[in-house]
């Protein structure tokens, strides 16, 4: 169908950078798809920098990027008005926040207050700044990247910037070979550095559209939202998913049936994207933190109790 072989070329282009993920690449693509911002957390060194920018460049949109700091300042990601001596007048200068991809580098190293910055800009795609709105860039991303919050010099991000978060992404260690693999593929040049666009942003922004088209059969809608609902009411869940978390489900569904090839999405898409695009919003209880309960085995939990709906394929 329509969509999917530049979203498979896009595949094709990341893994050029990230080598022996497949399954993580593979999530970033459909996040991109459904025109949703990712999370990716883990240690640094494996390469949660270089997915940003391969998708980025991959995609052939302007891109731009924030070194999240603890002196940052929220004017520094949206930018100023400065004073202009010849004209008189004030001018905007826009910060980094205005382009198509922007990653925000070790987010959680930042204030909250810098934090908040992003709410506005992730969430209706506009900034404003000192009382005037003015529109982003479409399609517009971040691609956010996140230590371990029990590394040193980090902040928790707060639950309402995690829910804008369409799917969370953990790369982990790659294996001794594939280790090896990117020794050898690194020794003369980084391979981003070969990495072309196979798309735009107006075709980016067209395939968006195309993705929520995808049929998304009303039993599946209400098997989404009963999963959602059970972890408001699982006993180590303090704070459960919220709407938003549903329509991420969906959506990410929908981007990963055009993946597939298909122009209608199965209960196995759902499940598949069910941690990714929940577990972040779930808020533990002090009681489950402290048995190292986690939110994946919740997630994990409430897929084995909702029965599974037999799918049907639209006429």
Not at 226 to 254: C, F, K, W
């Amino acid at each position: 169908m329509a969509g999917t072989q530049t979203l498979r070329d896009l595949l094709a282009a990341v893994e050029q950078v990230l080598i022996g993920k497949h399954a993580e690449a593979e999530l970033a693509i459909v996040g991109l798809a459904a025109g949703g911002h990712l999370l990716i957390e883990d240690v640094p060194g494996v390469g949660k920098t270089m997915l940003a920018k391969s998708l980025a460049r991959a995609t052939g949109c302007t891109f731009k990027r924030i070194q999240f700091t603890p002196d940052l300042l929220p004017s520094d990601v949206t930018g100023v008005s400065i004073y202009n001596q010849r004209s008189g007048e004030f001018e905007f200068r826009a910060g980094p926040i205005v382009a198509h991809v922007v990653l925000a580098d070790e987010i959680n190293r930042a204030t909250p207050k810098t934090q908040s910055a992003l709410l506005e800009a992730m969430e209706e795609h506009q900034v404003t700044v000192e009382g005037v709105t003015r529109q982003l860039p479409a399609p517009f991303m971040v691609l956010a990247t996140q230590n371990p919050i029990e590394y040193e010099g980090t902040f928790p991000l707060p639950e309402a910037q995690l829910d804008r978060f369409l799917l969370r992404i953990h790369l982990g260690y790659p294996a001794q070979a594939e280790e090896v693999n990117v020794l050898q593929r690194q020794m003369l040049r980084h391979p981003i550095e070969d990495l072309g666009a196979v798309t735009t942003a107006s075709e980016l922004q067209q395939l968006q559209l195309a993705v929520r088209s995808i049929h998304v059969d009303p039993q599946l809608q209400r098997y989404i939202v009963h999963i959602v609902n059970l972890t408001r009411e699982h006993p180590d869940v303090y704070l459960g998913a919220s709407p938003r978390g549903s329509l991420a489900l969906m959506r990410a569904a929908q981007a990963r049936s055009m993946l597939l090839g298909r122009d209608y999405v199965i209960p196995d898409d759902v499940k598949v994207l069910a941690t990714s695009a929940l577990a972040h919003r779930l808020i533990m209880s002090p009681e489950a933190r402290m048995r190292n309960a986690t939110a994946g085995a919740v997630i994990g939990s409430v897929l084995q109790e909702v029965p599974v709906p037999g799918s049907r394929v639209p006429a």
